[in-house]
């Protein structure tokens, strides 16, 4: 095994107090490597670090700004093998998938990099002769930002990258699951010049490290994305320091399949929406409202392909939905599965399958025959489930979409424009998708919900300037 991988502090490579095993969940005998668990004392560190490195970082204007995202952009996309195999091999997606997602984060390191010359402001005529006023945004200072599992170099990308544009510091906290991806991100945010202290990396469990990055005085403002949970116990204390926060979580986003859709069109949209990146995306698909018409015919084609998916180890070139990410996400899932059989459904598929190597793998499941008041069509997942829910008529299928605590990403599939448009306009969730799976989005527009799905400005896209900057409004009387 190679050396342990330290936190980034303050522009050095420091130790934590322990070491942290980081597990290959396609083969548990794979030691990715050891990572370094960062204390309390190592988050005060950061964040003073980080308060003193960010007043220079803004002031120097945009372009070093600018500069840096776009060196970082570069070296991304020339790393993307090597990242993508190894966000695969500790998070468990397919190598194309994991290959995708980190030119994704390059796409958003370069959009960032375009975006830092374009800090918008405003100049208007006063209320009062004379005076001139004028709105302009500032960095708020040192951002937290804490990260979940499933998307380990997309979500801290499109994270740091606007942190960064807008001249503020960064104190990062990955998951616990998948500390290499980020690591690996901040050799290439040190090594591509980013000056001391501007961006600092704290691996290690969210009830230490994140916590004390909640309650420090020098961090004004976290973006988080992850549980529901974990999201309202962040928001509580955070607010008690009066941060600004920004919290993207759970979906149980669901996907209406009409009468009048495309058949073809609309297995492909749920075999991707529910099943691939093995269900564990925050926009999964993973309630399929079907009107009776098509029912059965659906169900046919779309538990014949989800049968024939080949499940198996995120870098064997025949996978086409890796393992779990760990045995308690797949405990969890397992017990979904039991719980769905015990609420009435019929379950297709679901059981846990036997790999080349031991690995946590699991056959997609279907939950036929589900109502929306149950707990497997309320509660997120977040595993290669979904709840198969029939209903009468449009009406009948928007009411069900809309009647869940969640609200990310709904979905449509139809051949009727005015089935289209009433779904887009009726749909209670931050993102609509018709004839396309509820996942899968792009980089340079908004991103996030309603409801428990969201809470704060949105992420990505010009819109992520609303988390990453205050608002100065400056006055000035010419005499
Ligand atoms: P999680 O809530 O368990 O953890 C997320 C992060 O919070 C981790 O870094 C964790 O260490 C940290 N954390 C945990 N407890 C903390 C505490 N008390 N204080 C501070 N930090 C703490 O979520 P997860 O299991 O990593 O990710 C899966 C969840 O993320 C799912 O619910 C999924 O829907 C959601 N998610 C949402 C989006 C979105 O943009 N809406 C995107 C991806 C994932």
Redesign the pocket.
């Known amino acids: 095994m190679t050396e342990p991988h330290l936190n980034l502090i303050a522009g050095a490579w420091v130790a934590g107090d322990h070491l942290s095993e980081n597990r290959n969940p396609s083969d548990v005998s794979d030691v990715i490597g050891l990572y370094a668990a960062a204390t309390a004392g190592d988050v005060d560190r950061a964040a003073t670090a980080a308060a003193e490195a960010q007043p220079a970082w803004f002031a120097q204007g945009p372009q070093p700004r600018a500069d840096l995202l776009d060196r970082v952009a570069a070296r991304i996309e020339a790393a993307a093998t090597e990242i993508g195999t190894m966000l695969a091999r500790e998070e468990g997606k397919i190598l194309p998938e994991a290959i995708a997602e980190v030119r994704r984060a390059a796409q958003i390191f370069r959009f960032f990099a375009g975006e830092a010359l374009r800090v918008p402001g405003e100049a208007l005529a006063s209320v009062r002769p004379g005076v001139d006023v004028e709105v302009t945004r500032e960095p708020v200072g040192v951002v937290g930002l ?6 380990p170099a997309a ?1 801290p990308a499109w994270k740091i990258a606007p942190a960064l544009a807008y001249g503020n510091a960064v104190v990062l ?4 699951l998948v500390p290499g991806t980020a690591h690996l991100l901040a050799r290439i945010l040190h090594e591509a010049g980013c000056p001391a202290g501007v961006f600092n990396l704290v691996m290690g ?3 230490v490290v ?2 004390a990055m ?1 309650d420090h005085p020098l961090i004004t403002a976290i973006s ?7 999201g309202r ?2 928001a509580r204390t955070a607010v008690e320091g009066m941060k600004k926060i920004q919290l ?4 149980k986003n669901p996907m209406v399949v009409m009468d009048d859709a495309d058949l073809d069109t609309a297995v492909a949209a749920c075999v991707n929406g529910a099943f691939f990146s093995t269900g564990q995306r ?1 926009t999964a698909s993973s309630r399929l409202i079907v009107q009776a018409g098509i029912h059965d015919r659906f169900v046919e084609a779309l538990s014949g392909q989800a049968a024939a998916l080949c499940v198996g180890p995120a870098l064997a070139a025949d996978s086409q939905i890796g393992p779990v990410v760990s045995s308690a996400q797949l405990q969890g899932n397992l017990d979904y599965v039991a719980l769905a059989r015990a609420e009435g459904c019929e379950v297709l598929g679901g059981e846990r399958l036997n790999g080349p190597t031991e690995g946590w793998f699991q056959r997609p499941a279907l939950f036929l025959g589900a109502h929306n008041d149950m707990r497997v069509a309320r509660e ?1 997942i ?1 595993g290669p489930c979904a709840a198969v829910i029939r209903v009468a008529d449009f009406d009948e299928a928007l009411a069900v979409a809309n009647d869940s605590p969640f609200g ?1 990403s709904a979905g449509i599939c139809t051949g009727s424009l005015k089935h289209a448009r009433a779904f887009r306009r009726g749909a209670k969730a931050g993102m609509v998708m018709v004839n396309l799976p509820t996942a899968g989005v792009d980089y340079h527009v908004p ?1 996030g ?1 309603t409801k428990a ?2 809470y704060g400005p949105r992420e990505q896209g010009r819109h992520a300037v609303e988390f990453y900057t205050t608002v100065k409004t400056a006055y000035s009387f010419a005499g």
């Open positions: 804490i990260t979940p599992w499933n998307f979500i906290k990955p998951a616990d469990p969210g009830s994140g916590r909640i988080f994305t992850g549980s529901a949970l974990t116990t962040i993207e979580m759970g979906g925050c997120e977040f990310l991103f919900g799905s969201s």
